[in-house]
């Protein structure tokens, strides 16, 4: 069987998971989309010459019933609402990060998952599906630089819009650390805490960047991540494990060496999109693979949002009192224990 999609929010991300599943992955169809903004629905469709239905509003496409699953990319105060309309009518989802911008939200999505009876829920947390993320993985996972100590971590951007303002930098941009650092060390976090270092002139005058953070595990393991969101010179990923024995670094992209003027240089990829293409095109297909294949999704789930909102509500309290936060969790429901999915295996 097609997974039918309708997709809810056309914009930067939307359209490129409607160029994916339309032009590069298998097994999923887009029959439906909407978006606040009619004009970019429509345009969508023209664009890629789907044959889609264009909805008014969120509630209207997640009725049709040629509708198998939604993708949710429109903006992140919007989701919590889209998912759990989603939930009650038993569609699949798959959902952008943040799957809600508060922990009680992403807790009520929870509730409402585990009433419905079985996961339909995933959230766009595709750094798992990153070659080189799931490089580290498996080294720690076989003890190759023994028990993490220390993580490393930094996440900068080029420049950011007018409208993303100090705490985006953690509901936003931070988020995609809280997931895939919680997934690479497997270890819940115990605090986190927000340092302000000299402003960038860089950036608008309303916003405080670059900032770090550190956030200590159960553990005990320390991790550092800087945010720098006007860095200028391109989209900057890094990540290091210290370890006991060894310590294991994120690879970078490769791109190629030019030998030029006496000097030897390498381009820095400028774009998100470009950065994490392939983890893109494998988490969506992942998504669709396991619906058809077991009936539910089985990548980054509705708990993981909820860690993640967990963590990033304290980091965004962080950020004010400029002290150390807690982040507590609720005990992990028996029904996110069970799925025997391979990411959800490599987490034991
Ligand atoms: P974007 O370009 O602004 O697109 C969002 C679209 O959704 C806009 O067209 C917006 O319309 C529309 N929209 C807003 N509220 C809506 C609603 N209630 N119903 C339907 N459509 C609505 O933003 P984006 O960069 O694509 O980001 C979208 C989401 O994906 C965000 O949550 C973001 O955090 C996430 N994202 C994830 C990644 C990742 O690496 N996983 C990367 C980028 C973005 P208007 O423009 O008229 O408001």
Known sequence: MTLRFGVIGTGAIGKTHIDRITNRLSGGEIVAVTDINQNSAKSAVEEYGIQAKVYPDDKSLIADENVDAVIIASWGPAHAESVLAAIEAGKYVFCEKPLATTAEKSLEIVEA?????????????????????????????????????????????????????????????????????????????????????????????????????????????????????????????QCEVIGEIGTIKLPEVPTPVVRKNAAISQP?????????????????????????????????????????????????????????????????????????????????
């Not at 800087?226 to 200028?232: A, G, S």
């Not at 077991?294 to 965004?316: H, L, M, N, R």
């Open 268 to 348: 820095i990829l400028q774009d998100w999109k470009d950065r994490f293409i392939v983890a893109y095109d494998l988490e969506i297909q992942h998504f669709i693979d396991s619906i058809r294949k077991k009936g539910y999704p089985e990548g980054p789930t509705s708990w993981d949002g909820y860690i993640a909102a967990v963590t990033s509500d304290a980091g965004v309290r962080a950020q004010k009192t400029g002290q150390k936060e807690l982040i507590e969790l609720k005990a992990r429901p028996e029904f996110y224990k069970s799925k025997n999915s391979p990411i959800q295996n490599l987490m034991s």
């Open 113 to 237: 998952e585990m009433k419905f009876g079985k996961p339909l829920v995933q959230v766009g947390f595709m750094r798992r599906y990153d070659q080189g993320y799931k490089q580290m993985k498996n080294a720690i996972v076989n003890n190759e630089i023994g028990e993490p100590l220390m993580i490393h971590a930094v996440h900068r951007n080029q420049s950011t819009s007018e409208n993303y303002t100090t705490d985006m930098a953690v509901v936003d941009t931070l988020i995609h650390e809280i997931d895939v650092l919680h997934w690479l060390i497997n270890d819940d976090y115990k605090s986190i805490q927000a340092i302000f270092p000299k402003r960038t002139t860089k950036a608008l005058d309303h916003l405080q960047d670059p900032q770090l953070f550190i956030i200590e595990t159960q553990r005990g393991i320390v991790i550092t991540v800087e945010v720098f969101t006007n860095c200028q010179f391109g989209y900057d990923i």
